[in-house]
């Protein structure tokens, strides 16, 4: 088993930027990839940025590229994700997820690729 605490959500102005950090416990070993998906109120979870631990691919939503970066902290077992230039509809509350199985880009976005669930932080721009 695994478990994931994510940290770093909060309030930011529009233009602003937030780091979310995700650690990873357990059973770590068995992880290939991790990511970030967020939801919205009223809205659908949807898929954010993952990484491969193994070879290190990175893959993005279209409407976060360019404005977040997701990077493995390589010391620790810890995913994080730099939001720079963050605009209010990114607003959401942000889950990290991690998956044993190997990514592409179609699986990636696909909620039931991902074994393991955190609780989520929340983000919230202003405007």
């Known amino acids: 088993q695994v478990e994931l605490v994510e940290s770093g959500g909060g309030l930011v102005q529009s233009g602003g930027s937030l780091r979310l950090s995700c650690d990873a416990s357990?059973?770590?070993?068995?992880?290939?990839?991790m990511g970030w998906f967020r939801q919205a109120p009223g809205k659908e979870r949807e898929f954010v940025a993952a990484l491969s631990w193994t070879g290190g691919s990175t893959y993005y939503a279209d409407s976060v590229k360019g404005r977040f970066s997701v990077s493995r902290d390589g010391a620790r077992d810890t995913v994080r994700l730099q939001m720079n230039s963050l605009k209010p509809e990114d607003t959401a509350r942000y889950f990290c997820?991690?998956?044993?199985?190997?990514?592409?880009?179609?699986?990636?976005?696909?909620?039931?690729?991902?074994?393991?669930w955190g609780r989520g932080t929340q983000v919230t721009v202003r405007a």
């Open positions: 997820v991690a998956t044993r199985w190997a990514l592409n880009s179609r699986a990636v976005v696909n909620t039931d690729h991902y074994d393991y």
């Open positions: 357990g059973r770590t070993s068995s992880i290939y990839a």
